[in-house]
């Protein structure tokens, strides 16, 4: 039990079973964690909560709540603090994509994702810090993406949340260093969530060609590694990105 004792924040976990935040909320809870849930679907968070409860025995919370907007991350670390006393775990999780190529891509498909993937992990960070610094202690871990180190045509807003949340990450890990704080990303290559379900079965057959390990990722891939991150095993770890993804690249 690596994190008995220790509350934990996972934005975006509520989605179904195989979403990368449930699994990695099921993670921290199966390590003693304490968990809460936000998500923007009110049922989804709840749903989250409960099957967290019943599989770990661990307390869950859900909140819901939309990332990018200041009152509801202000509501949701109230939350945290009014139910636990302490929030000592931030994975920063909600993610969106509005594909469309650059010429096409409107105003609004920009806007929505750098809102979500980027701005929401800023104001969550933000509220984070002014917990954990007075603690002394703390541990931030942002889903990033491959896309945000290799870029992808079809995915400018994406790619630019990603690797705007690579330097979100270093910059807090420089920051709340001196206070015991950790920041650090992964970017997760394909990984088999209801996101890459929403493409062609050919895509899907490419994408595997691309990757050395031949396989796409699972969401447990993924929070094992987060894991790592989130306990003591990675103390002396902070400002890295650490890709999940088969090897994709390297
Ligand atoms: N699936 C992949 O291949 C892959 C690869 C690399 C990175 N990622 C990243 O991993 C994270 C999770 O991806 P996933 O595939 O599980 O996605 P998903 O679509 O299955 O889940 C995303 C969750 O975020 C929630 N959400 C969306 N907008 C929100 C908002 N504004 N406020 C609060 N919650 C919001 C959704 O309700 C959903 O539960 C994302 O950040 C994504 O960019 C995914």
Redesign the pocket.
Known sequence: MKLQGKVAIV??????T?????RIAHALAGEGADIVI????PE?ASAAAAEITEATGRRAVAVQ????SEA?VERLFATAQAEFGHVDILVN?????RDGLLLRMTEEAWDAVL???LK?AFLCTRAAAKVMLKQRSGRIVN?????GRVGNAGQAN?SAS?AGLIGLTKSTAKELGSRGVTANAV??????????DALSEDLREQMKKQVPLGR??T?DD?ARVVLFFCTDDAAYVTGQVLSIDGGLFM
């Open positions: 934005t975006g976990a509520g989605r179904d195989r979403g990368i935040g449930r936000s998500d923007f679907v989804n709540g939309d990332v990018a509801d999780n909600a993610g969106i994509t809102n979500c993937n929401g889903i990033a993406s491959v896309m994406y990603k970017a997760p290559g394909f990984i088999q969530t209801a996101m890459t796409l990722g969401a993924v």
